[in-house]
């Protein structure tokens, strides 16, 4: 008899599984139906002996200091700043667009102060700031969005910007200075021996069993178990029964190249010409050194795998529907980014899963963080006067 049955091994239900293993000394079955753990941010070494990320890049980044601090307990970590080039008009240019873009891009020679002006002048009035259409044309005008934004959009998503919610291109800032980093978050970086063997310690519990290959529809009546949470898609959870939420996928095409480096930057978007959408270099997310080197390409698709949720109002509408079957849902917790339909990143979804486990154990997140089960009664005395501290975190 298992306490909890967890339905995929990615961030949502690998730290879940953690915290009520650990925190709890629940005991807890863990499946996925890939034949691995770590979900999308599953990394191994290929046949080359390259470190890659089989899923597309994954960089970690976050502002907040429990989420990082709570991930360090599993790893230590490669400090690591993302740079991005988007190839456009010939040329490779820092993305997001900061002031070396533009006067690259037309062989000018602004300051900071000038390029607001510039900016100022392209930009298009937009009273409400609905799409991620407005997000854009509103900040640097009509043609840069066309070279940068627009095609890789319609590309990314299979539709175009001005249907796509305004959260979705503002992930994506516009400077007026050289900062040519792709995050400007507080805690950039890799775990060092890459994601898998980070979750491998998460999951390293008397308490946790897990179980690969394993849909856990083809398990879930057969074990006993009292209370699931479920990382999966919500819309197939419930049978589809106000029809599929579209997300969306892509496909990976992974290369290795006889030859030490292969493009001037970790990543490199292709907005225009080409049917992929980004091409990334391993090399400089692991800080590997190999004679050889890994690519990937990024090629957006309809069908496949769901990698993406599509942030739009008429999805939104659909999944209001699934979140009032699964707020109802008796004794299944919904967790995740496909299970809660939101374009969250890896800390967003630790954080998530923190929150619902101080939910299920009646604590603040922080708190349910740093709780253990050898450590309950010591710690509630520490509640009681306010005491509770948490562990440091380093970068090496
Ligand atoms: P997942 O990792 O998708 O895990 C869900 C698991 O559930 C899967 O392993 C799946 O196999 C399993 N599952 C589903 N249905 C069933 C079933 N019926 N039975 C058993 N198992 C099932 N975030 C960042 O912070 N930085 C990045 O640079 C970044 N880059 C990304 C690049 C790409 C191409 C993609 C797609 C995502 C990226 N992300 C990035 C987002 C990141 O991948 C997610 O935030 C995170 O992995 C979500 O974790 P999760 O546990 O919710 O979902
Ligand atoms: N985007 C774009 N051009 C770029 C980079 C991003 O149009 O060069 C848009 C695109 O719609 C993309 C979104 O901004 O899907 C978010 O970009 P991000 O790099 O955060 O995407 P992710 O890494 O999540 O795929």
């Known amino acids: 008899m298992f306490d909890y049955l967890i339905v995929g091994a990615g961030f949502a239900g690998s730290v879940l599984a953690e915290r009520l293993a650990n925190g709890s000394g629940k005991k807890v079955l863990i499946c996925d139906k890939r034949p691995h753990i770590a979900g999308n941010a599953f990394d191994y070494y290929n046949d080359d002996g390259i470190l890659i990320h089989k899923y597309g ?111 979705v291109t503002a992930r994506v800032p516009t400077r007026t200075n050289r900062d040519d980093r792709y995050f400007t978050d507080s805690y950039q970086a890799m775990p060092k021996h890459g994601y898998t063997r980070m979750f491998e310690k998460m999951l390293d519990h008397p308490n946790i069993k897990i179980m690969l290959n394993c849909d856990y529809r083809e398990i879930a009546s057969q074990i006993g178990y009292r209370e699931m949470i479920y990382t999966g898609p919500i819309d197939q959870f419930f049978d589809y029964r106000y029809g599929k939420l579209p997300y969306r996928s892509l496909e990976f095409k992974h290369e290795t190249h006889d030859t030490e480096t292969f493009q001037s930057a970790p990543v490199i978007n292709y907005p225009n010409e080409q049917a992929f959408t980004r091409i990334t270099e391993f090399k400089y997310l692991t800080g590997q050194e190999h004679r050889k080197t890994s690519i990937v390409y990024e090629f957006p698709q309809a069908t496949g795998d769901p990698y993406y949720p599509i942030p739009r109002k008429e999805n939104a509408g659909i999944y209001a529907k699934y979140k009032a079957l699964a707020d109802n849902a008796q004794n299944v917790h919904f967790v995740g980014r496909l299970a809660t339909y939101k374009y969250y990143n890896m800390d967003q979804i630790v954080a998530q899963a923190l929150t619902e486990y101080g939910k299920i154990v009646g604590m603040k997140r922080k708190e349910a963080t740093i709780k253990t089960k050898s450590n309950e009664k010591v710690f509630a005395a520490a509640q009681t006067s306010n005491g509770a501290s948490s562990p440091a975190a380093s970068i090496n």
């Not at 062989?107 to 100022?120: C, I, P, Q, R």
């Not at 969005?145 to 319609?154: A, D, L, V």
């Not at 990314?156 to 305004?166: F, H, N, R, T």
Request: with cysteine; aromatic share 14%; proline share 4%.
């Open 57 to 167: 890049p994954h960089i970690f980044h976050t502002n907040s200091a429990d989420v990082f601090e709570y991930l360090s307990r599993f790893t230590e970590w490669r400090e690591y700043q993302h740079r991005v080039l988007a190839s456009v008009d010939g040329m490779q240019l820092p993305i997001p667009i900061n002031l070396d873009t533009i006067n690259k891009l037309y062989g000018l020679n602004l300051t900071a102060f000038e390029v607001e002006e510039f900016f100022e002048k392209l930009a298009e009035k937009c009273d409400v700031i609905r799409t991620s259409e407005d997000v854009v044309v509103s900040k640097v005008g009509r043609e840069l969005y066309e070279k940068f934004f627009r095609n890789y959009t319609r590309k990314q998503w299979g539709l175009d910007p001005s249907e796509l919610d305004a959260s």
